[in-house]
């Protein structure tokens, strides 16, 4: 693990412990509000498109962060029922990625993520706090970590839009 990894991992661990679980909602959909600028920030018929040979294009990454969050969130709501977290996140793109404008990409995101965030509010705090939720960078993350890591994401992936938006303006 690296520094900046490290770094990461720490606040996630302190935030984690501080932060109650409604207010890390709160702030995953903050952090999905600017993932919706973002993507609606890159023009809508080149949406598909990738800005460089070796990079996503906008529809990749939110199928990317669709895909992760149903992965992270469905871990979380597991362990919050009793069950254990299943497979970890997959890493690498489907190559049949649905081609999808940036508002049914948002509508996806909220409507997978209602769920969790209904269940997260319905949780004790304290709950299975010991059941851990592998994330491949980070390790073990207990499922408070794993629902703000989920913030981080997100906002990472709204910079990558942003750069991606001005690249095909």
Not at 69 to 96: K, Q
Not at 102 to 116: F, H, K, V
Request: a negative charge; glycine letters at 6%.
């Amino acid at each position: 693990m690296n520094d900046e990894e490290r770094r990461i991992l720490e606040y996630l661990q302190a935030q984690g412990a501080k932060q109650p679980p409604s207010a890390v909602v709160e702030r995953v959909r903050g952090a999905m509000e600017e993932l919706r600028a973002a993507a609606a920030a890159v023009p809508a018929a080149r949406f598909a498109e990738r800005p460089a040979v070796d990079e996503w294009s906008a529809n990749e990454v939110m199928a990317h962060v669709l895909s992760a969050g149903a992965d992270f969130g469905g871990a979380i709501i597991r362990v919050l029922d009793g069950a254990p977290p299943g497979p970890g996140m997959r890493e690498a793109l489907p190559a049949d990625v649905p081609r999808r404008t940036a508002e049914e990409w948002w509508s996806l995101l909220q409507r997978d993520r209602e769920p969790l965030f209904a269940r997260v509010r319905s949780a004790d705090p304290e709950a299975r706090i010991d059941r851990p939720i592998e994330h491949p960078f980070f390790g073990p993350l207990n499922w408070r970590e794993t629902l703000l890591f989920m913030r981080l994401h997100d906002l990472d992936h709204a910079g990558q839009l942003n750069k991606i938006a001005a690249a095909l303006a």
